[in-house]
């Protein structure tokens, strides 16, 4: 068979591959599932810890580092699901523990008590031997009868390479060497997990060695109290109502887009808040889960994209904004899951009507700011796509869309801002820093300011972000 030519010298087998290695021995399907198994499990329980941490985790980059990463597991999570489903596996049982060592190597990452240990456990320790189960897959499985097996793999170690690309980074600026010592028993407790579970992909042979549990032997308990690095000085800040001045029609679009800016960055409470939901709502279909991460991410994008138009206005935006988490803080502390789930909903409905996303839109092309023209036509299309994602996931539950909407109103309604109360503990002054920065922008852009809008001072004390009045204490 070496004498074996397409014709014409043509690639051969669609160009998957050569003769020679389509006649390699390859594996199983009982093989290539139990393997597929074991990485949907690991990209399952890798989204469970990025979104089950991201809430409390204090650093910025890492909350948005987070979920992306999210996300990234969660779409993998389907593919590998959708690969199993078509090799003669019904019922799949993608619910079962592929090996009772692997939970112990993933509770042991969930509940890492810090954020140098969280970073290592997944981006020193589980995603590597995740890589490279994949890649032993590539290798051992027969790239013509697997191919379809072979893409899911192929394409997953591309977002796991960059996964990898951004956790390299993050442990080599975070983790140093003394604490490397430090965490050297729980360093080589995650390795004997995965030596005693015969790898990640279970290809070796098991180790016998005995596993204690360390940090998790308290089970995780999920924190879903915001917590913000050193750049958010002032987190209780309710002293700019950027909704009131948006919609305002005597004030210009260039301080609007300014102000649209700070409010794409403060969506950053966004993540925070459908983290809990996510994490706390359970036996949902696994689709339920992959659209609210999407939903999530995107969110964490628009906060980005509000980083970058600030810093592209020269904005010193952690010295001068004021971004506060009193959203996530209040929603994720008063309310049930669903409650949550149905203040978003009434949220994104209220975006819909042209006066929503479509006028932010309309603001951005009026200010000549391409970044805000650019970043608010996407803003709105997502938003098209969450108000889907609201239907599909919380609207089913109600046999009438206007008793929905009327619910997340209601829920809103009883959230209570301690304005006053967070004033009175010293939490927060409320400070009006509005000025400041509009003082800045104006210098940037070489205009003097407009004294209507320096003037502007208008807090959340009594309207809320939909211009409604809000349950307060003050």
């Not at 523990?97 to 589980?126: H, N, Q």
């Not at 309710?238 to 679009?253: I, Q, R, S, T």
């Not at 260039?254 to 700070?262: A, S």
């Not at 003082?439 to 502007?456: H, S, T």
């Amino acid at each position: 068979m070496n004498t074996y030519q397409s014709y014409r010298n043509l690639p051969a087998l669609a160009g998957i591959c050569s003769m020679s290695e389509a006649m390699k021995p390859g594996l199983s399907i009982e093989e290539c599932v139990r393997r597929l198994k074991r990485y949907h499990y690991a990209f399952k329980r890798l989204h469970q810890i990025f979104i089950a941490r991201l809430t409390a985790e204090p650093i910025y980059e890492l909350k948005m580092g987070f979920s992306l990463h999210a996300h990234l597991c969660a779409e993998q999570v389907s593919a590998v699901r959708r690969r199993i489903g078509e090799m003669r596996e019904p019922p799949l049982g993608l619910d079962i523990v592929p090996d009772a060592k692997l939970e112990i190597f993933f509770d042991e990452i969930l509940a890492a008590p810090t954020t140098e240990e969280l970073v290592l456990g997944i981006y020193e320790k589980a995603l590597p031997a995740l890589k490279a189960g994949l890649e032993r897959h590539g290798n051992d499985t027969n790239p013509l009868a697997d191919q379809p097996s072979l893409r899911v793999c192929r394409f997953a170690q591309l977002e796991v390479d960059d996964m990898l690309k951004f956790g390299y980074q993050v442990v080599g600026q975070l983790v140093h060497h003394a604490l490397r010592e430090r965490t050297r028993t729980w360093s080589s407790l995650l390795d004997d997990c995965l030596a005693a579970a015969g790898g990640l992909d279970g290809t070796q042979v098991p180790v016998c060695v005995n596993i204690v549990r360390r940090h998790s032997a308290t089970p995780y308990t999920y924190d879903g109290r915001p917590k913000r690095d050193e750049r958010f000085p002032d987190p209780y800040n309710m002293g700019v109502n950027a909704e009131c001045f948006l919609y305002d029609a005597k004030f210009p679009a260039e301080p609007k887009t300014l102000m649209m800016f700070y409010k794409r960055l403060r969506e950053v409470d966004v993540p925070e808040m459908m983290a809990s939901i996510i994490t706390e709502t359970i036996d949902k279909p696994w689709e339920y889960y992959r659209d609210m991460t999407r939903q999530l991410w995107d969110e964490a994008r628009h906060a980005m994209m509000g980083e970058v138009g600030l810093a592209n206005l020269g904005i010193d935006w952690p010295r001068n904004v004021m971004v506060n988490f009193t959203w996530s803080l209040a929603l994720n502390t008063q309310l049930k899951p669903i409650e949550r789930h149905a203040v978003l909903y009434f949220i994104e409905q209220g975006l819909m009507p042209r006066n929503g996303k479509r006028f932010e839109w309309e603001v951005g092309l009026a200010s000549h700011n391409p970044l805000s023209a650019l970043f608010q036509d996407y803003d709105w299309a997502d938003e098209v796509l969450h108000a889907r994602i609201g239907r599909d996931w919380y609207l089913k539950d109600f046999d009438d869309p206007r008793k929905a909407v009327q619910y997340g109103d209601q829920c809103w309604s009883r959230v209570l801002m301690d304005w006053g109360k967070w004033r009175e503990e010293g939490l927060t002054a409320h400070r009006n820093w509005w000025p400041d920065v509009y003082r800045q922008f104006c210098q940037n852009q070489g205009i003097e300011p407009d004294p209507d809008v320096l003037a502007y001072s208008t807090t959340y004390a009594e309207v809320r972000a939909d211009l409604k009045t809000i349950s307060t204490s003050a």
